[in-house]
Structure formats: C-alpha cells, structure tokens
T-cell receptor
Framework: GAGVSQTPSNKVTEKGKYVELRCDPI?????LYWYRQSLGQGPEFLIY????????DSGLPNDRFFAVRPEGSVSTLKIQRTERGDSAMYLC???????????????????FGPGTRLTVT | KQEVTQIPAALSVPEGENLVLNCSFT??????LQWFRQDPGKGLTSLLLIQSSQREQTSGRLNASLDKSSGRSTLYIAASQPGDSATYLC????????????FGKGTKLTVNP
C-alpha cells in the first residue's frame, strides 16, 4: 500500500511569506506527527494529532507555526511570516494510534514520509 | 527530559567489515526504540523497532539490541556494503503521555569499496 506522502517536496519562499506544507498519512492511521530537521541534526518534534485534535503541540517554536487536521486524515502545517531560520526539512509521520473501540493503542511504530525541504531566502 | 546520544558521529569502514553503532538515552522509562536510516536529502526509513520488553531484533544483516536498564542500544551491521552508506538515527518513545519520538543526532556511515 501507499506510504506517507508529503507535498511539495521542495519549497523556496521569500522571508515574510506564508507557506503551507501538506502530509497524507497511511490510510487508517489515526495518529499523525510533524518533525523538523535542521542540517546535521536529528529530527525535533513539533506537534502530533490523534484523530482531528492536537494531542501535543509543545514542540511548535512560536505562534507563527500552526497545524490542522480537520477530517482526521490529511494534515497541513502552516507557517506565517517565514524567517530564514525556518529553513529546514519538515518531516511527517503516521502510526496506527489509538483504537477507540478497544480503548488501546494499536501500535506506536511511526512511518515517515519523504519530507519537504523548505528554504527561506 | 529525555536525551538521546549517538556515538560515533561519523564512521568510515572498508567494505565487508562488521560494525556497531551506539545509542544511549537518559530516561529508561520507554515504550520502544527505533533505528532509522536516512539517505542525503531524503526522509527516514525504519530499520528496526524494539519494544521495551524485548532484548533484540534482527532483520537480514542488521541486529539491534536494547538494554533498557542501562539506557543503551546498539545496531550491529554485518558484512557492510557500499550501499549501507547513510546516516543512522536512533529514536526513543518515552512513557508519560506524549507519543513524540526523541532522536539522536545520528551516525554518518561511509562504507568504502
């Protein structure tokens, strides 16, 4: 089956502009995660969704960053008034997550997409 | 706060050599530990996941071990090949509410023909 997909693969924007990054999780995965990776570093957590709601947004660096997942599937990471320091690889992941029927987590294993390389000039 | 450290930061070996990559973490209360591979400019490919109750996992030439009490994991690669050249990342999922992975900075492996 299809894996996690992210669009665009590359995005170049000017300082001060607004950008949206999209993530399509694996079908049936209820949990979705956003991470940011700077050059030479490991990925750092930004936010994760269980269904439509943000379960933990403690990694968002400031109020210029916002993410939504209105129907519990596709998610969009939105960055306002971009700065050069926002340049990084943005990674999305999904997992089976919480089963509302059984009340248990199906699996914590996270599957990553190819990422979006954001460059702010 | 969970912290993950990977040693060495970079490693260069001749083809055919067996090698070990190290990962340590500060909080032993984890659900699992994952090893990933990342090629330059690409996303992450999951290699192995070890649950907290497990001691090791194997996939082909890869073997990952976990010593939760000491906060350590190793990734063993047998008979290395040039195609193994990549950055290897270790990540842990800590107990306590959030499902975020905490990553190390990775080990950049170069296998020379």
């Amino acid at each position: 089956g299809a894996g996690v997909s992210q669009t665009p693969s590359n995005k170049v924007t000017e300082k001060g502009k607004y950008v949206e990054l999209r993530c399509d999780p694996i079908s049936g995965h209820t949990a979705l995660y956003w991470y940011r990776q700077s050059l030479g570093q490991g990925p750092e957590f930004l936010i994760y969704f269980q269904g439509t709601g943000a379960a933990d947004d403690s990694g968002l660096p400031n109020d210029r960053f916002f993410a939504v997942r209105p129907e519990g599937s596709v998610s969009t990471l939105k960055i306002q008034r971009t700065e050069r320091g926002d340049s990084a690889m943005y990674l999305c992941a999904s997992s089976l997550g919480y089963d509302w029927t059984s009340g248990r987590v199906n699996s914590y294993e996270q599957y990553f997409g190819p990422g979006t390389r954001l460059t702010v000039t | 706060k969970q912290e993950v450290t990977q040693i060495p930061a970079a490693l260069s070996v001749p083809e055919g050599e067996n090698l070990v990559l190290n990962c340590s973490f500060t909080d032993s209360a984890i659900y699992n530990l994952q090893w990933f591979r990342q090629d330059p400019g690409k996303g992450l490919t999951s290699l192995l996941l070890i649950q907290s109750s497990q001691r090791e996992q194997t996939s082909g030439r890869l073997n990952a071990s976990l010593d939760k009490s000491s906060g350590r994991s190793t990734l063993y690669i047998a008979a290395s090949q040039p195609g193994d050249s990549a950055t290897y990342l270790c990540a842990v999922l800590t107990q306590g509410g959030s499902e975020k992975l905490v990553f190390g900075k990775g080990t950049k492996l170069t296998v020379n023909p």
